[in-house]
Structure formats: structure tokens, C-alpha cells
């Protein structure tokens, strides 16, 4: 797993290894990513990286929270409640250089609680597959002001979500099993 894009294009990534199982790790592969950010730079947002506050929910090893800061993204905050998605994440950030423009929560990201601060604009959901935790954690973002007026939700799962009331849907491909579903809140 690398960067793909951006000033820290190339740069090699901590390796997975075997993982925990239990931590449901299922990293967004390069194909993936590439073609995500070919959707958020090219798509006719606008730039919605550059300057962006990211939010990467069960964010496991943080490879989209890190690849929008290569790509000029002004912070991320991580949100992953595994012990073994966390260490892999403070090795990357650490060989990102990126501990200045980063934050990691011990959080369940279906549960966040009020944001005390100001929203994200760009909101990275790549839940465990099938269980529903999607739906839950932007449930969560939005009961607890998480997301800034006019943010870009792009969400990873095997099957088409459904998007909650005041989401726009506006776009939606699939790569493989893997179904990215790009959402816009209200302005």
C-alpha cells in the first residue's frame, strides 16, 4: 500500500501483515483509491481536497484521510475503535510526516457524540461490509453536527446505500466488489 498521489506520492505505507481479523482490515486498494480521487478532483465538485477538513470514519489504516493530505487537504481527524487499525495508523502518519495536521479518536464511529469544533467537509465512511455501520456512523455525523454545509461524503460498501434524508446522491460506481457511493450534504 502506497500514496498514490500528491506531494507524498510513492510513499510506502506500513504493511497490513496478517492484521486481526477481528479488526475487520480490509484496506481500500490503490485501484480504488486512484479512481476515488479521479472522482473528487475531476468530477465536477470542484476541488473538494485542497484546503479540506477530512474526517476519515473506521478509518483502519487512514490510507484516504492520508492520501487528501498528500493531496493538499488541510487536516484529518481519524475515527477507528480497533487497538490494531490505531498502531497501523500512528506508523503511517509518523512516516507521512503528518502528526501537525492529524488527529486519531478512540472512537465507535457509529456513536461520536457532539463535535465540538468546526465541521468537515470532507468525510471519508468505509465501514466493515454488510452489518449496517454506515448508516449508523452518518446517522451519528449528522445528529452531532460532524459535517459542514455542502461536505462530500464518500462511502465504501458492497452493496448500494441508501442515502439519509438531507444527502444528496451524486454519484455512484463499482470497482470490482466495492461500491463508492459520493454524497453532498445541504449548503
Not at 154 to 175: F, I, M, S
Amino acid at each position: 500500500m502506497r500514496i498514490i498521489g500528491g506531494e507524498r506520492r510513492g510513499l510506502k505505507l506500513a504493511d497490513v501483515g496478517a492484521g486481526d481479523v477481528a479488526a475487520h482490515l480490509r484496506p481500500t486498494s490503490d485501484r480504488v483509491r486512484e479512481a476515488i480521487f479521479n472522482l473528487l478532483l475531476n468530477g465536477g465538485y470542484g476541488n473538494s481536497v485542497q484546503g479540506a477538513r477530512v474526517l476519515d470514519l473506521f478509518a483502519g489504516t487512514g490510507a484516504l484521510g492520508l492520501e487528501a493530505l498528500s493531496r493538499g487537504a488541510a487536516c484529518a481527524a481519524f475515527v477507528d475503535d480497533g487497538a490494531t487499525s490505531r498502531a497501523l495508523l500512528r506508523r503511517n502518519i509518523e512516516l507521512m510526516r503528518a502528526t501537525g495536521t492529524t488527529e486519531v479518536w478512540r472512537r465507535d464511529a457509529t456513536a461520536l457524540g457532539p463535535n465540538r469544533g468546526p465541521g468537515y467537509n470532507l468525510i471519508f465512511l468505509d465501514p466493515p461490509y454488510g452489518k449496517a455501520l454506515g448508516e449508523a456512523a452518518l446517522a451519528s455525523c449528522i445528529a452531532g453536527g460532524w459535517l459542514a454545509p455542502g461536505a462530500l461524503i464518500v462511502w465504501e460498501e458492497n452493496v448500494p446505500p441508501v442515502p439519509p434524508a438531507g444527502l444528496t446522491l451524486l454519484d455512484q460506481r463499482k470497482y470490482g466488489e466495492t461500491i463508492i457511493t459520493i454524497l453532498k450534504a445541504a449548503d
